[in-house]
């Protein structure tokens, strides 16, 4: 009988399938994270509702009124005097609060927090598709909640 062959690949079978993983991996890569509309409705109105329950935390810890300032037209929100912090652009957002909150600017709207823990209340939706969700400050106890939107 004649000489047995050797089970295995050869190099050249390896190379293409590196190849074949390499150019996968490429195209997966150049699409970016998987984005879902709603997912990132739900995950901006869980921010801001951890923003303002921040800024009443710190409204009570430091005993001064605080401010939470959203400013629809730029899709940005800050607490406060600190960092001006995006939300997605993709987001249809609107708010209804107190008159005169944010200060400076006109396209900016806020809702103040009390030493007491006391706001002066207000409603911020956030809609991406067919996904809305609302953030409520309730002006009494400055509680702050999160529910679908009709």
Request: glycine share 12%; net charge positive.
């Amino acid at each position: 009988m004649g000489a047995s062959r050797q089970a295995g690949f050869t190099l050249i079978e390896v190379l293409v399938v590196l190849a074949v993983i390499g150019l996968a991996l490429g195209i997966v890569a150049g699409r970016g994270p998987a984005r879902s509309p709603a997912l990132e409705a739900r995950e901006a109105a869980g921010e801001v509702a951890l923003a303002l329950r921040q800024a009443r935390g710190l409204a009570i810890a430091s005993n001064r009124r605080v401010i939470f300032v959203l400013d629809v037209a730029r899709h940005a929100y800050r607490v406060d005097n600190g960092p001006v912090r995006p939300l997605p652009a993709a987001l249809d957002l609107a708010m209804t609060a107190a008159v005169g909150e944010a200060g400076e600017s006109r396209t900016a709207t806020g809702i103040g927090f009390s030493p007491d823990g006391s706001s002066s209340g207000g409603r911020i939706r956030l809609a991406a598709g067919a996904v809305r969700r609302v953030v409520a400050v309730d002006w009494l106890t400055g509680r702050v909640s999160v529910a679908d939107a009709p």
